[in-house]
């Protein structure tokens, strides 16, 4: 599977912007996916989760997020969002979407959780 993240762009604080990851050569449906961000001089974190269609598609948020971020699946679509509203300075970063490894515990938080990466799409928060 491979997937594109697209959507970033520059925003003033307060302002809203909409993630999309979307996979090609699989079915999204198949896989919890994860989005992760990484601002500069900094390590990846986890941002948000949701599971898989037979996992109830269940999410999670890091604390730092939730209330202003949502991930949701549009199966039919083949992607997952990241829709993200009241953004700060300090979400600027880079954002990255991946395929939960099959097996591990669902929503994991950890990098070691994700096999498949796409490439970052950048996000800048300006005060």
């Known amino acids: 599977v491979q997937l594109q993240a697209s959507g970033g762009g520059s925003v003033q604080a307060g302002g809203s912007l909409r993630l999309t990851c979307t996979a090609s050569?699989?079915?999204?449906?198949?896989?919890?996916i994860g989005w992760f961000r990484q601002a500069p001089g900094k390590e990846r974190e986890f941002v948000a989760a949701i599971s898989s269609r037979p996992f109830g598609e269940r999410t999670d948020y890091a604390g730092s997020v939730r209330g202003r971020f949502t991930i949701s699946r549009d199966n039919a679509k083949n992607s997952v969002y990241l829709a993200m509203s009241s953004l700060k300075p300090e979400d600027t970063a880079d954002y990255y979407c991946?395929?939960?490894?099959?097996?591990?515990?669902?929503?994991?938080?950890?990098?070691?959780?994700?096999?498949?990466w796409g490439q970052g799409t950048q996000v800048t928060v300006s005060s």
């Open positions: 991946a395929t939960e490894r099959i097996g591990v515990p669902n929503l994991s938080k950890s990098e070691a959780g994700y096999d498949y």
């Open positions: 050569g699989r079915a999204i449906s198949r896989y919890g």
